[in-house]
C-alpha cells in the first residue's frame, strides 16, 4: 500500500467543493513565513505558479471535483517531511490570497507524525534521532 | 522605549468616555474622498479582545482597486513634482496631528489587533509619529550626485519618483506596518494605494479621518476587501510601478509572480523564526544585565508573539542553562494576562479566531514531536466579555531545533527552548532556519557579540537588546525572510528611479561619423 501524506476533513471537503464550483478545479501551497504564513493558501489550479523549488505532496480526494493537489517548498519539506498533514477548515477571515477568506472561514494544517510503518513505507526510516 | 504603567483603564470604543467612537462602516478612500464599494458589499470586522463586531468594512472588488489607480495616477503629476520642502512639511504635519491624538489612535489600534495598551501607547504609535519625521528629515537631506567623466562629461543623477505604487499592509501592526511603507513612498513623491488586512482594517480609516484634510486628494488612496478580490488585482495591476508587501512565503511568491509579468520591482518581509542566543557570561553575575537578560527570555510575548521578529527560539548556553531557564520561566509566568485596554496587562488577545487555532494546532504538533511542555500551552479564558475574545498563555517547549516548532513561525507567544555547546553550536542551529530576518544575541563580550553578530545569517541582530525598532536602523531579510530594507533612508531607493542626465559640453563632435 503507498501511504498518504495530505488528507481532508469533511469539512473542508464541503468548503472544497462550494469554491470549486465557483472558481474551477482548486490546488494548495502550503504557506511559511510571518502573518498567514505556516497556513494552507488555496487558489484556482493556474493562478500560483509551482516549479523545481516545490514538492507535491499528494492529492486530496474530494467527491464531485478534480482532485486538489497540495504543494510545499522543497526546502520547507525538509522540515515537515515527518509528519501527516490534515487539511482542515475553521472560522476565520483573511490569510494572503486564499480563495476561502470572504467566506468567514480559513483552512488550517493540522498535523501528526507519521508512524513507523508510514516512514518506513515513504523510505524515510531510520527516523532522525 | 521605556514603559512607565500607570494603573488606568482606558474605555472600550463604545462605552460611555471612550476616546475612539469607530464608525458604524468604513468606505474605500480614493481621490481624496470615502466612497462605496462597486460591490456595494461589506464585512464584519470583530474585536479580538471579545470577539464582538465593531464595525463593517468595505469589501472591494477589481472595479475599486482600478478607481483607486486611476485617482492615485491623476494626483501624481502634482505630487510628483512638488517639492521635497512641502512633501517633508507634510509628512511632519501628519506626524503633529497623530501626536496630538496619541491616546486616540492608541486605543483605536488596541482594540483592532488585541494587543496591549502600554505597548499601542509606548510603542506603535511614537514609532509611527517618528517614522514620518525620520522620513521627512531624510528627504530633505538627500542629495543626488554628479560625476565628472572627464574634463567634457558630466553624469548628473537625480531621484525621481516611480508614480503608483501599491502596499499591501499586515494585521500585526496595523498602523505601523501601514506608516513603514508610507513614509518613504510619500516622502519620494510617490502616490500610493494602499490595502489593509482583512483583518484589522478599521484603525487605519482612524487615522486616515485624522489627517485627510492634509494630504492632497488621491495621493493616499486606502481600498479594503480580502486578498483574493483585492490584493492580488492591487499587486497585478498593469499601472502599478511597484509592490511592498509584508507577510507570508507563498503570498510573497505570487507577489513576486505578479512583478515578474509586469517587470516592476518589490520589496516582501516575510517573517522568520529568530533565534535570541544567551552565551554563558550572560549568568556570571546576578546583576542589572541579567535581569535585562531576562527579559530578553521573555520578549516572546511581545505583541502576543505576533511579530515577524518574535525571538520564537531560545538558544542557552548548556553551562548555566539549568538556572538562567528557571529564572527565566519564573520572568515568563509573570506575565501578566488581561484586558488589552488596562495599562497592567502585558499580553493580549491575538487578532484573529483562525490565528488563535493555528496557534494551538501549533502546540499540539510541538506535543506530539515530544517536545516537552515548560509552560502555558491552552487558550486562556480571561472570564466575562473576554471569554469570546482569542487569548493564549505564554508557552515554552523544550526540544530540538529539528522540530517543526523549532522551524515554523507559529506567530503566537510560544517559544521553543534549546541549549547549545559552545560558539560554534550556537551559531550552528541560529542558522538552522530557511529564514534570517531577526536575532538576538547576549553577552559581557565584546568580542563575542561581534562575531556571533557577524555570523548569524539574519538582516537585523539586536545585541544585548530585542524589540527595538528605531527609525533609522535598517529592517528586512536574508534567506527566505524577503528582498529590500524598511525602517532606513535606504527604503528611499526602493521608492525611486534614477535618472542620469549624461552631458557633453565639449564643442566638437566624437569623431566616428
Known sequence: MSTDRVAVTPAASDLLRSLAARHGPLMFHQSGGCCDGSSPMCYPVGMFMTGPGDVLLGALEVDGIDPVEVFMSRAQFEYWKYTHLTIDVVDGRGGGFSLETPEGKRFLTRSRMLTDAELSDLGLMPQRQ | ?513
Open chain 2, 1 to 513: 522605549m521605556t514603559i512607565a504603567a500607570s494603573p488606568t483603564t482606558y474605555a472600550a470604543p463604545g462605552e460611555a468616555g471612550s476616546l475612539v467612537s469607530f464608525r458604524p462602516r468604513y468606505d474605500h478612500f480614493i481621490g481624496g474622498e470615502y466612497v462605496a464599494p462597486t460591490g456595494g458589499q461589506y464585512f464584519e470586522n470583530p474585536t479580538p479582545v471579545t470577539g464582538r463586531v465593531f464595525t463593517e468594512v468595505a469589501r472591494g472588488d477589481s472595479t475599486d482597486v482600478d478607481r483607486a489607480v486611476q485617482a492615485a495616477w491623476k494626483a501624481f503629476p502634482a505630487w510628483g513634482k512638488t517639492s521635497v520642502t512641502e512633501r517633508a512639511n507634510l509628512l511632519n504635519r501628519i506626524a503633529d496631528r497623530m501626536e496630538q491624538n496619541l491616546e486616540l489612535l492608541a486605543v483605536a489600534e488596541t482594540w483592532e489587533n488585541g494587543k496591549p495598551i502600554r505597548e499601542t501607547l509606548g510603542a506603535d504609535i511614537p514609532l509611527a509619529i517618528d517614522h514620518f519625521r525620520y522620513f521627512a528629515g531624510a528627504i530633505r537631506a538627500q542629495e543626488g550626485s554628479t560625476g565628472e567623466i572627464d574634463h567634457d562629461t558630466v553624469a548628473y543623477h537625480f531621484h525621481e519618483p516611480l508614480g503608483v505604487v501599491a502596499q499591501i499592509i499586515p494585521w500585526n501592526f496595523p498602523i505601523l506596518m501601514a506608516v513603514w511603507k508610507l513614509a518613504p513612498a510619500l516622502a519620494a513623491g510617490n502616490c500610493v494605494v494602499l490595502k489593509p488586512a482583512e483583518q484589522t482594517p478599521a484603525s487605519i480609516h482612524v487615522l486616515v479621518e485624522l489627517i485627510q484634510d492634509l494630504i492632497p486628494a488621491g495621493v493616499l488612496n486606502v481600498v479594503n476587501g480580502f486578498g483574493f478580490e483585492v490584493g492580488a488585482p492591487l499587486a497585478q495591476h498593469p499601472d502599478v510601478r511597484k509592490v511592498a508587501f509584508t507577510g507570508e512565503t507563498t503570498t510573497g511568491r505570487l507577489i513576486m509572480q505578479y512583478a515578474s509579468q509586469n517587470l516592476i520591482p518589490v520589496t516582501l518581509e516575510l517573517g522568520g523564526k529568530s533565534p535570541n542566543v544567551f552565551f554563558a557570561d550572560v549568568a556570571q553575575e546576578h546583576d542589572a544585565f541579567y535581569d535585562k537578560a531576562l527579559e530578553g527570555f521573555a520578549f516572546f510575548n511581545l505583541n502576543q508573539g505576533e511579530v515577524c521578529t518574535c525571538p520564537s527560539r531560545a538558544l542557552v548556553a548548556k553551562e548555566i542553562y539549568d538556572g538562567f531557564v528557571a529564572d527565566g520561566l519564573d520572568r515568563v509566568r509573570a506575565v501578566k494576562q488581561g484586558h488589552p485596554l488596562d495599562m497592567s496587562t502585558m499580553i493580549g488577545a491575538q487578532a484573529s479566531n483562525d490565528q488563535l487555532e493555528k496557534i494551538l494546532s501549533y502546540i499540539d504538533i510541538g506535543k506530539q514531536e515530544g517536545a516537552k511542555l515548560l509552560t502555558g500551552g491552552e487558550r486562556a479564558d480571561l472570564g466575562g466579555e473576554l471569554s469570546g475574545g482569542y487569548y493564549v498563555t505564554p508557552t515554552v517547549f523544550e526540544g530540538d531545533n529539528a522540530m517543526r516548532i523549532f522551524q515554523e513561525e507559529i506567530f503566537g507567544p510560544v517559544l521553543a527552548l534549546t541549549s547549545f555547546s559552545g560558539y560554534d553550536d550556537a551559531i550552528s542551529i541560529a542558522n538552522d532556519t530557511l529564514y534570517g530576518l531577526g536575532a538576538g544575541v547576549w553577552s559581557r563580550e565584546a568580542t563575542t557579540l561581534y562575531r556571533a553578530g557577524r555570523d548569524i545569517q539574519a538582516g537585523r541582530v539586536w545585541e544585548n537588546t530585542y524589540h527595538q525598532y528605531p527609525a533609522g536602523a535598517a529592517f528586512g531579510g536574508y534567506k527566505q525572510s524577503g528582498v529590500g530594507r524598511e525602517n532606513h533612508k535606504m527604503m528611499l531607493d526602493h521608492y525611486q528611479q534614477t535618472k542620469n542626465l549624461l552631458v557633453s559640453y565639449a564643442e566638437g563632435p566624437m569623431g566616428f561619423f
